[in-house]
């Protein structure tokens, strides 16, 4: 059975940083290509952040570029997101994803992705 499990999240003050974690069982971690997306209230599911298994590519939403940073260790089957400077605009529920690699779709389409975290809130205030 596929797990995905997260941790971090929480509320914090606008400026202020929050580390996210996704660690992994019943896949083959290193096979897997990552990702971070968020869902706000009213709003549709959207790609931040995915990053290739080896993490030789990375690609980031604009609207998080320069802010937030996608990492993973394959020894502890586990992904990151590392989010500074955040804005109350980042205010979601974040979600990781994880999928085989695929050429044909972009690895910040929700819909292409299998397997999903069960979500934690981020929440940044003014």
């Known amino acids: 059975q596929v797990q995905l499990v997260q941790s971090g999240g929480g509320l914090v003050p606008a400026g202020g940083s929050l580390r996210l974690s996704c660690t992994t069982s019943?896949?083959?971690?290193?096979?897997?290509?990552m990702g971070w997306f968020r869902q706000a209230p009213g709003k549709e599911r959207e790609g931040v952040s995915a990053?290739?298994?080896?993490?030789?590519?990375?690609w980031y939403a604009d609207s998080v570029k320069g802010r937030f940073t996608i990492s993973r260790n394959n020894d502890k089957d586990t992904l990151y997101l590392q989010m500074n400077s955040l804005k109350p605009e980042d205010t979601a529920t974040y979600y990781c994803?994880?999928?085989?690699?695929?050429?044909?779709?972009?690895?910040?389409?929700?819909?292409?992705?299998?397997?999903w975290g069960q979500g934690t809130q981020v929440t940044v205030s003014s």
């Open positions: 994803a994880a999928r085989r690699d695929n050429l044909y779709t972009s690895p910040l389409d929700p819909l292409a992705y299998n397997y």
């Open positions: 990053m290739t298994r080896a993490g030789l590519n990375k």
């Open positions: 019943g896949l083959t971690f290193e096979e897997h290509q």
